[in-house]
């Protein structure tokens, strides 16, 4: 256990719902980030938080996404009108420590 | 282009030997490598990481070698056991990780024979 959690850890839904994740890093870590992992791939970046700063963000994030760390605690990402192609798994990572990750399947 | 990739997409071992996880990276300015193991349907485990100015870590069973000259970065786990079967990762990033993200290759799938 890293101390990162996520919730939920699946989440099944259908094309055109959107969903949200929520990711608790440990605590006192400023740096956090989020990142896809489809099979057979290593994780791929997708943005990145100092404290509530979104510093980062990668091209991979279409405008159907967004995240967000309000408090510079935890994060949430949420996908809008989700795509069969937006199924992976979704991996917050706190600094260079990682959480169990949210499998999300799109029918 | 900026990569990181491993020579060898799966690894079979027999219990007790050692193993060896390749990886090449091709980004001169990454200062800062980490390894992570990554069994079914969890997520990646942070095993050992090494910084540039180094070309040699060792841990609990695990050594990683750094050579910078050839952008060559190995993972050795010594006595293998069935618990190591997963995939492992290298991952690399600029700035030694006080900012950025880091930059994964595909994986090697390590496998242990009783």
């Known amino acids: 256990d890293t101390g990162v959690s996520q919730d939920p850890r699946h989440k099944i839904t259908k094309r055109g719902q959107n969903v949200t994740f929520r990711c608790d890093p440990i605590?006192?870590?400023?740096?956090l980030y989020w990142y896809r992992q489809t099979l057979g791939q290593g994780p791929e970046f997708l943005t990145y938080?100092?404290?509530?700063?979104?510093?980062?963000k990668s091209r991979l994030l279409s405008d159907r996404f967004s995240a967000e760390r309000p408090k510079g605690s935890f994060s949430t990402l949420e996908i809008q009108r989700t795509e069969q192609g937006d199924s992976a798994m979704y991996l917050c990572?706190?600094?260079?420590?990682f959480g169990p990750g949210t499998r999300l399947t799109v029918l | 282009g900026e990569s990181v990739g491993l020579h060898l997409p799966t690894l079979s071992v027999q219990e007790g030997d050692n193993s060896i996880i390749n990886c090449a990276y091709s980004?001169?300015?990454?200062?800062?490598f980490i390894w992570y193991k990554q069994e079914s349907g969890k997520g990646p485990q942070f095993i050992i990481d090494?910084?540039?100015?180094?070309d040699k870590r060792q841990g609990q069973r695990v050594t990683v070698l750094l050579n910078k000259t050839v952008k060559h970065l190995s993972l050795q786990i010594a006595a293998t056991q069935p618990g190591d079967s997963a995939v492992y990762f290298c991952?690399?990033?600029?700035?030694?990780?006080?900012?950025?993200?880091?930059?994964f290759g595909k994986g090697t799938k390590l496998s242990v024979k009783p």
């Open positions: 990572a706190s600094s260079e420590f």
């Open positions: 991952a690399e990033i600029i700035n030694g990780g006080s900012q950025g993200n880091l930059i």
């Open positions: 090494i910084r540039s100015n180094m």
């Open positions: 980004n001169s300015a990454s200062d800062y």
């Open positions: 938080f100092q404290n509530e700063a979104q510093l980062e």
């Open positions: 605590s006192e870590h400023n740096r």
